[in-house]
């Protein structure tokens, strides 16, 4: 492609840092144990309900397709915002302890592409403050502004797969896709990337190792680290053993 690479646009959860497991499903379980409704949701169950985004959402799902709306607490739909937002609490609270680093490879990426000039973004469904929390207790306080862009949560009307909020992400940057690379850990977010035509590279997780990528660029373990590489699991890294700028320019490139 003749296009020059521009931006870089990242998912947040499970491609920044594996926040679901032991991040977001452990701050819904304090949530749902501060309101005593009985409900637990564990790694295996979490797993199933990830097929949907959003953690409202994800609520909702949960109440209708495992408990089937059936002894629900009083005035459910009214409290969901509440739970939501005592989850939220309970998840930056939890960040701000400095649980869950980043995945390999990420920081000196992000460090790396910004020495390069390359523009950076987000678009994730998560909460704004789920995003300000994580970057601020893993890269500090002053790494929010090296995103030019932090699209997130409810500022779209439809989650992922939907493409809205890379959509959001393009039009506030002033770009095409073709200057874009995106990065994504699972099936949803690569449905809502490449929907608006984005080349998408691949990180898997525990919960998404088995999804399928068929339209990504390159999937891969993690993001790698000169000193751990990554393994390759579909397409072609170029002899690379970790993701920097160089290899970046190649794929889009082959594109
Ligand atoms: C992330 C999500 C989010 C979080 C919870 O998906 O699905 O819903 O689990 O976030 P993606 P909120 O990585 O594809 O953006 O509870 O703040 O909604
Ligand atoms: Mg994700």
Redesign the pocket.
């Given at each position: 492609m003749n296009i020059k690479l521009e931006a870089l646009i990242f998912?947040?959860?499970?491609?920044l840092a594996d926040?679901?497991r032991d991040g977001?499903r452990v701050?819904?379980n304090d949530a749902f144990d501060e309101y005593g409704i009985g409900w637990h949701w564990d790694v295996d169950t979490y797993g199933q309900l990830?097929a949907?985004?959003?953690?409202?959402?994800?609520m909702h799902h949960y109440a209708s397709e495992f408990l089937h709306n059936r002894n629900l607490p009083d005035n459910f739909d009214q409290l969901v915002p509440e739970l939501?937002a005592a989850?939220?609490r309970h998840?930056t609270e939890l960040l701000s302890t400095g649980a869950i680093p980043l995945r390999p490879g990420v920081e000196r990426l992000l460090e790396e592409a910004r020495s390069k000039n390359f523009r950076l973004a987000i678009?994730?469904?998560?909460?704004p403050?789920?995003v300000s929390a994580l970057l601020a207790h893993t890269l500090g306080k002053e790494s929010l502004d090296w995103f030019e862009v932090i699209a997130a949560?409810d500022i779209v009307p439809a989650?992922?797969p939907a493409g809205d909020?890379y959509d959001y992400a393009l039009k506030a940057m002033n770009l095409s896709p073709e200057q874009c690379l995106a990065f994504?850990?699972?099936h949803?977010?690569i449905l809502?990337s490449t929907s608006v035509g984005l080349q998408t590279i691949i990180c898997v997780n525990g919960y998404t190792h088995d999804d399928d990528f068929s339209g990504a660029v390159l999937v891969l373990d993690n993001l790698g680290e000169p000193e751990q590489p990554f393994n390759v699991l579909q397409g072609e890294a170029d002899n690379h053993s970790y993701v920097d700028c160089d290899l970046l320019l190649k794929l889009h490139s082959m594109t």
């Amino acid at each position: 492609m003749n296009i020059k690479l521009e931006a870089l646009i990242f998912d947040v959860d499970g491609t920044l840092a594996d926040t679901e497991r032991d991040g977001h499903r452990v701050a819904f379980n304090d949530a749902f144990d501060e309101y005593g409704i009985g409900w637990h949701w564990d790694v295996d169950t979490y797993g199933q309900l990830l097929a949907v985004t959003g953690g409202k959402e994800r609520m909702h799902h949960y109440a209708s397709e495992f408990l089937h709306n059936r002894n629900l607490p009083d005035n459910f739909d009214q409290l969901v915002p509440e739970l939501h937002a005592a989850k939220t609490r309970h998840y930056t609270e939890l960040l701000s302890t400095g649980a869950i680093p980043l995945r390999p490879g990420v920081e000196r990426l992000l460090e790396e592409a910004r020495s390069k000039n390359f523009r950076l973004a987000i678009a994730t469904t998560t909460t704004p403050a789920n995003v300000s929390a994580l970057l601020a207790h893993t890269l500090g306080k002053e790494s929010l502004d090296w995103f030019e862009v932090i699209a997130a949560g409810d500022i779209v009307p439809a989650k992922k797969p939907a493409g809205d909020i890379y959509d959001y992400a393009l039009k506030a940057m002033n770009l095409s896709p073709e200057q874009c690379l995106a990065f994504e850990d699972s099936h949803n977010g690569i449905l809502s990337s490449t929907s608006v035509g984005l080349q998408t590279i691949i990180c898997v997780n525990g919960y998404t190792h088995d999804d399928d990528f068929s339209g990504a660029v390159l999937v891969l373990d993690n993001l790698g680290e000169p000193e751990q590489p990554f393994n390759v699991l579909q397409g072609e890294a170029d002899n690379h053993s970790y993701v920097d700028c160089d290899l970046l320019l190649k794929l889009h490139s082959m594109t």
